[in-house]
């Protein structure tokens, strides 16, 4: 099939239509309202709408409504802007409370869909450090995404079989009442953006904040990142203190990349013990795990899934899995 020969049409009212809708609710985002002021304002709305009044007086009254919804002259400030700037002849009360309306389900499609996305990571059986786990923290901000597109979808299914709960008929009037207005896809848009935003807000799990996690849990003494006593050019992402007096030195990578070709230096020079490589261990070979574990008291702790299925992991007794880091495997080091 040649793609110059398929022919897509908009008109410029059904793009301005959703246009003037998406502007709308990006200006509801952006005077930072409650949900109780967005009730109070569609309930406004709904009466003017059916007002006899001619439309200069109904935005009037609309602006003089917002002003006695807040005290704060910030936030009445802020409302009187949002009604300036998305009402200009009557449809656009509609749009207006169309838009109030769409932002409401947003906000529960959004906290919906991080509860499915949880879904993947709440698995008790999946250790936090397993390579498992660590695809699913990855999956974590597109599985958001994806169940919330569906959700939005499942939505407006529900809208347009409305016999299934009558408390889509103000939303449905709104439609109806709007030619070529497409929330659907609007509602997706702004349900993406918003998405993103939460991902970005709410991303604090990496790999070391796991590991460290590991540590607390274990009941293990450490200390985050800091530079060996005795040779200042060594960094260390931990470092673990035993009861026995034994200090570790960790480097915890998510992946090695050509991090294992680094000189890792003798023990005997260093202020600790024993040096841990803890890694996911997809990118470690045989080969890269001779490289590491050539010098003395060096070990390498990797994800317990991908431990069980590699030989030159189990089969390597410098080699452990990281569900089972904790007192009793760092004191059998010594």
Not at 70 to 78: C, G, L
Not at 96 to 109: A, C, D, P
């Amino acid at each position: 099939m040649n793609i110059n020969e398929i022919e897509l049409q908009l008109s410029n009212s059904h793009l301005t239509i959703n246009l003037l809708l998406y502007r709308t609710v990006k200006e509801i985002i952006q005077a930072k309202i409650s949900d109780k002021i967005i009730l109070k304002l569609i309930e406004q709305t709904k009466l003017l709408i059916v007002s006899t009044e001619d439309f200069e007086s109904k935005k009037d009254t609309l602006i003089k409504f917002t002003h006695t919804l807040s005290k704060s002259k910030n936030v009445q400030k802020n409302l009187s802007n949002l009604i300036e700037n998305t009402i200009f002849e009557d449809i656009h009360f509609y749009v207006f409370k169309l838009g109030l309306n769409i932002l409401r389900f947003k906000n529960y499609i959004l906290e919906k869909s991080k509860l499915y996305s949880e879904n993947f990571i709440a698995n008790n059986d999946i250790h936090i450090m397993d390579f498992q786990y660590d695809q699913n923290m990855l999956n974590l901000p597109y599985s958001t995404r994806v169940s919330g597109a569906l959700l939005i979808k499942v939505l407006f299914e529900d809208v347009n079989n409305s016999h299934k709960y009558k408390f889509y008929q103000s939303l449905i009037n709104d439609i109806n009442n709007i030619p070529r207005i497409d929330p659907e896809t609007v509602l997706q848009i702004i349900f993406a953006e918003s998405a993103s935003q939460s991902i970005r807000s709410s991303s604090g799990s990496n790999y070391e904040d796991r590991f460290e996690k590991v540590l607390q849990t274990n009941g293990l003494s450490y200390e985050g990142q800091c530079f060996d006593n005795n040779l200042t050019a060594v960094e260390y992402d931990f470092k673990i203190t035993l009861d026995n007096g034994n200090n570790i030195g960790v480097s915890a990578k998510r992946t090695l990349r050509e991090r294992y070709k680094q000189n890792h230096e003798n023990i005997d020079e260093l202020e600790v013990n024993a040096m841990l490589l803890v890694t996911l261990g997809i990118d470690l070979n045989k080969a890269k795990v001779d490289h590491i574990l050539a010098k003395p008291h060096h070990y390498i702790f990797v994800a317990s899934d991908l431990y069980n299925q590699r030989d030159y992991f189990n089969k390597n007794e410098k080699v452990f899995p990281l569900n089972e880091l904790n007192k009793d495997t760092l004191n059998s080091l010594f």
